[in-house]
């Protein structure tokens, strides 16, 4: 690939995260990447192309992988807490925004296993996280797919709204966010 393609690919993809798949023009992408509409034709076969080949780069995926969650001690709280900064430091704004744009019904079959894989890989961590403090004796036994899906629920839910809202909606940090969350999970309500 020479060095026009990845212009291409990283003004679609900004483009994309800022104003939708939808709303992305060819020529957008052309004037944004300082090249002739002409020459993305000959690049790739069409937007659609472009996307795709702008998804499957790393550096527009969020690279949320299990061995991101892999620093534990053990201790429930604290691993908690661990986990869920791990997340929040990976999906950042651009990328929540860049995973809405490329949720159009033109690309959605392709792109929603890779968009897939990151609350895979949070989720699938903490559950083998509880089951490993289960055999440790620190928790009892319970649904743990659920007790995942309810801390994934909460931390995607705070980084959705900051990503699309900032402090607008709450004036609530994102590290007091994490710790009050944490002992809210640990502890109860009541």
């Known amino acids: 690939m020479d060095d026009t393609s990845p212009k291409i690919i990283d003004a679609t993809m900004s483009l994309i995260r800022d104003k939708g798949y939808v709303a992305t023009t060819t020529k957008d992408i052309a004037r944004l990447a ?10 790739f076969e069409n937007k659609k192309d472009i996307a795709l080949h702008g998804v499957s780069q790393e550096k527009w995926r969020a690279n949320v992988t299990p061995e991101l969650f892999q620093n534990v001690q ?54 083998e996280y509880f ?17 995942a899906m309810t801390i994934f629920s909460s931390t ?28 809210i999970f640990v502890n109860g309500i009541i």
């Open 34 to 43: 300082g090249v002739n509409e002409c020459t993305l034709f000959r690049k």
């Open 131 to 147: 089951e490993k403090m289960e055999e440790l004796g620190k928790i009892v036994h319970y649904d743990f797919e659920s007790l």
């Open 74 to 127: 053990w201790e429930l709280e604290p691993d908690l807490q661990m986990l869920m900064t791990a997340y929040m430091e990976k999906i950042t704004p651009d990328f929540v925004n860049l995973s809405i744009g490329l949720r159009a019904p033109q690309l959605y079959e392709e792109t929603a296993p890779l968009i897939m894989k990151v609350p895979q890989a949070f989720i699938s961590s903490l559950v």
């Open 156 to 183: 995607f839910g705070y980084t959705f709204l900051n990503a699309s809202f900032g402090q607008k909606l709450t004036k609530t940090g994102k590290e007091e966010f994490i710790k009050n969350s944490i002992k």
